[in-house]
């Protein structure tokens, strides 16, 4: 793969907080995105950093540290609907303006 | 905003046959296609780059005779399993940018075809 971890499943209680992280290769880096997938279906465009700070969209902001090869997805006041697969998506640019790659993916599930 | 629509969103078919899939952006043109496949409670791997008007380029281990695709025109690319088996079983999913093409433009996904070979 391209080098891009995540971690693989995080459990979280209704109403609280949680962070996702995502750590890439940094070499050649171009741009990431953060993207939720419910089961069964595509993914959806939830954020996209390319410069370092903080992008804020709602209850869902998304950080981005270039130095580090690092960036977080951090959800607030936490809904059962919030369950779902997050996904940490890089482009760089020896593979292309186009191409985004995909890590694994964090399985979130919020209980009551 | 963009929509990117997929056909069929599932399909079943036998061991040997071929599926074809299309992929339709319906608001924009596109002269670059994705098409990705998912297995169960795995990511997306990008399977072939689809390119208007030229040939696809394929990613490392996707072999291409098997999983033909087709970018007629601006607005439509199609993949076609040839031959399929079991273990091409899975759920494949096509994306698109809009022309701009600005590199902070997300990717636009098609719903996804549910693709079981028996």
């Known amino acids: 793969g391209q080098n891009i971890d995540q971690p693989t499943e995080m459990t979280a209680t209704e109403g609280a907080i949680v962070q996702i992280n995502c750590t890439y290769q940094t070499s050649g880096f171009n741009g990431l995105f953060w993207y939720q997938q419910h089961a069964g279906e595509a993914p959806t465009f939830l954020s996209y950093?390319?410069?370092?700070g903080l992008e804020e969209k709602g209850r869902f902001s998304s950080f981005l540290s270039r130095s580090k090869g690092y960036s977080y997805l951090l959800l607030k006041e936490l809904q059962m609907k919030d369950s779902a697969s997050y996904l940490c998506a890089v482009i760089w640019r020896q593979t292309g303006a186009n191409n985004l790659f995909f890590g694994t993916g964090t399985r979130l599930t919020v209980i009551p | 905003g963009a929509v990117v629509s997929q056909h069929p969103s599932w399909v079943i078919c036998k061991s040997g046959t071929s599926v074809k899939i299309e992929c339709r952006s319906l608001d924009f043109q596109a002269t670059t296609m994705f098409w990705y496949r998912q297995f169960p409670k795995q990511s997306l791997m990008l399977m072939a780059t689809?390119?208007?008007?030229?040939?696809?380029?394929?990613e490392q281990g996707v072999e291409k005779d098997k999983f033909l695709i087709n970018h007629a025109s601006l607005t439509l690319s199609t993949l076609t399993v040839t031959s399929a088996h079991p273990e091409d079983s899975s759920f494949y999913i096509c994306s698109a940018r809009d022309l701009s093409g600005q590199l902070s433009s997300p990717l636009h996904f098609g719903n996804g075809t549910r693709l079981t070979v028996t």
């Open positions: 689809s390119n208007e008007g030229s040939k696809a380029t394929y």
């Open positions: 950093n390319v410069l370092d």
